[in-house]
Nanobody, 128 residues
Framework: QVQLVESGGGVVQAGGSLRLSCAAS????????MGWFRQAPGKEREFVAA????????DYADSVKGRFTISRDNAKNTVYLQMNSLKPEDTAVYFC?????????????????????WGQGTQVTVSS
């Protein structure tokens, strides 16, 4: 059974940085793309970033390009989201997710329906 556990959230001032981690249990982590999504109060969940199973390709939402970096360590079954230059509008619950299929041909996907497993989320609050 797959379990995803996020950590690293917290309260930070605008302009600050946070690093989120997502530890995955279960087999074959390294064959699946991983993604980060977020949900702000009163809003729908939205795509933030994704990384291919090999780590060779990444994708970002326009709103975070140049500020956030997704990475993975397959030896540790962990995916990371480095968030710099944080803005109040980045405030949300951040979720990591595991792709539904292995070795996706396109590398990454921003469609949340393509993700089969989700973590419980970690709160990120950016104060102005």
């Amino acid at each position: 059974q797959v379990q995803l556990v996020e950590s690293g959230g917290g309260v930070v001032q605008a302009g600050g940085s946070l690093r989120l981690s997502c530890a995955a249990s279960g087999r074959a982590f390294n064959w699946f793309a991983m993604g980060w999504f977020r949900q702000a109060p009163g809003k729908e969940r939205e795509f933030v970033a994704a990384i291919s199973w090999s780590g060779g390709s990444t994708d970002y939402a326009d709103s975070v390009k140049g500020r956030f970096t997704i990475s993975r360590d397959n030896a540790k079954n962990t995916v990371y989201l480095q968030m710099n230059s944080l803005k109040p509008e980045d405030t949300a619950v951040y979720f990591c997710a595991k792709d539904r299929i292995s070795t996706r041909v396109t590398g990454t996907t921003s469609n949340e329906k393509d993700y089969a497993y989700w973590g419980q989320g970690t709160q990120v609050t950016v104060s102005s």
